[in-house]
């Protein structure tokens, strides 16, 4: 039940987005639309006031003041003070034997708007956003009536300003609602529940619960995990807790555990992905010699018998899918790769020589490009051992030297321009990560950045 991946939105972050969702909030408040009032407004011992609103216009509607705070089992709280608007329009009335008519302007201060935000998932994995609550109070409408008789509006403007008050508390949060679905629903469910690498693995980001608020941040847990697109099998280890650190530098944080490293190595191999070919022409010229069967029958002399200057191959693959550990110093492991050599006979016929076990120590360097995690190896030197020969027994440390060249000079370069390309993070839509962080804690790779949204 542990995730494989955590996404962390600290309160900067929160800030960022709520500066955008209230952008676009206030832009649709401002698009409001009113029906014609109507009505009547009895007076004291005088009859009854008959009033027509026509032609409602609202001119702006502005959200000052606001702010977003994450509250702990419940979602986030958006809190809106001191908004106003400002609306105009037509009106008509009509009392006893007297009649008027103009316009009018209406000012809406001390707007409070409270919402709150239930953070959920569905089926597939991915987020949900909806409103849990949502309330507006207005704690002052004023109506500027034009017209001739003064008198006559204020037996009536305290009935009206109370229907606009009522109006518009309701409206907003209609608007509210509207907002949210067509919004940010939409918005969130660009979060990609599978990341495609290449045409033979995948990643799964779908979310394992619910997104959780703490009282500094929203957090989102992922599966995490690896898997080939042409079979995916069951992880055979699950992902540990992960003792994520209280920093709060940058706007987002990405914790990606060993576990889900590791289940990179099991898609990789089960994909087919980690076989790899040397043949001559991956040699560098400046190698100083040819893949070639006179180069090894120093070590080993009966190949010149059997198979003399004859070019060679030599096919590298993983046993067993490789295993990394993450702590404070880094990202390490220790894979075991098999050589198989060939000699490639005049037919093109593949002749199998002997089969190496290659262990090696390796490091890794990972960092954030273009919303990828990309990276590169280095590694130290090779040990190896001899699985089986056809060209009978011989002393494999005499090849040590060269068998370091090969890899490193072949090897090694392939596997750092596949690294290079990377693969996705778990963004949102039109997200750009800056001012990047990377740092190692005890089963995790801890990535911060800023992010910038590019509006469309």
């Known amino acids: 039940t542990n995730p494989g991946f955590v996404v962390r939105i600290t309160q900067a972050g929160l800030d960022y ?4 969702g209230i952008a676009i909030l206030e832009k649709q408040l401002s698009q409001l639309k009113l029906s014609d009032i109507s009505g009547e407004s009895r007076v004291w011992r005088m009859g009854k006031v008959r009033y ?3 032609r409602l216009r609202l001119r702006d509607f502005h959200l000052p003041y606001s702010r977003i705070t994450p509250i702990s089992n419940v979602g986030l709280q958006v809190s809106i003070s001191n908004a106003f608007a400002e609306l105009d329009g037509d ?13 009018f302007d209406l000012k809406v201060e001390n707007v409070y708007i409270k ?13 949900t956003v909806s409103t849990s609550e949502c309330s507006a109070h207005i704690s002052k409408v004023r109506v500027l ?3 001739k008789f003064g008198w006559l509006y204020n037996l009536f403007h305290s009935t009206i300003e109370s229907r606009f008050r009522k109006i518009l508390e309701d409206k907003v949060c209609d608007i509210v609602d509207k907002s949210l679905h067509n919004e940010l629903q939409t918005y969130v469910r660009t979060l990609p529940v599978t990341a495609r690498i290449n045409d033979k693995t995948g990643i799964d980001y779908s979310l394992v619960a619910p997104p959780r608020a703490t009282a500094q941040s929203l957090d989102a847990d992922l599966k995490g995990e690896f898997y080939s697109l042409a079979h995916r ?3 055979p280890f699950s992902p540990l807790p992960l003792a994520f650190p209280s920093d709060h530098e940058r706007m987002v944080y990405f914790g990606a555990s060993s576990y889900f490293f590791n289940t990179a190595g099991i898609a990789y191999r089960e994909a087919g992905a980690l076989v790899f070919e040397i043949t001559e ?10 893949l070639e069967t006179s180069i090894f029958s120093a070590f080993i002399p009966q190949l010149e018998e059997m198979y003399p200057n004859m070019p060679m191959k030599f096919r590298l693959s993983t046993p067993a899918a490789p295993f990394l550990t993450i702590g404070p110093g880094g990202i390490s492991l220790k894979p075991t790769v098999d050589a198989q050599a060939y000699a490639i006979l005049p037919n093109s016929s593949l002749a199998p020589l002997f089969l190496l076990s290659l262990v090696r120590n390796v490091s890794a360097v990972i960092n954030v490009r273009s919303g990828r995690m990309v990276g590169s190896v280095d590694v130290g030197r090779i ?8 060209v009978g027994t011989f002393q494999v440390r005499t090849m040590q030297s060269l068998m370091n060249i090969l890899t490193s000079s072949t090897l090694l370069p392939r596997l750092n321009a596949r690294l290079d390309e990377g693969f996705p993070l778990p963004l949102l839509d039109r997200i750009q990560l800056s001012n990047i962080l990377v740092r190692f804690h005890q089963n995790f790779l801890l990535l911060g950045a800023d992010v910038h949204f590019q509006p469309q």
């Open 17 to 20: 987005a709520h500066q955008h």
């Open 52 to 54: 027509e609103l026509s």
């Open 91 to 103: 009106w008509r009335v009509k009392f006893l034997f007297a009649r008027d008519r103009g316009s």
């Open 115 to 127: 919402i709150n935000l239930r953070l959920g998932s569905d089926a597939t994995g991915k987020p």
């Open 145 to 147: 009536f034009s017209g």
């Open 233 to 235: 099998s069951t992880v």
């Open 281 to 290: 022409d991956m040699i560098p010229k400046d190698a100083g010699f040819r």
């Open 383 to 390: 040990r190896l051992s001899l699985k089986d020969s056809a």
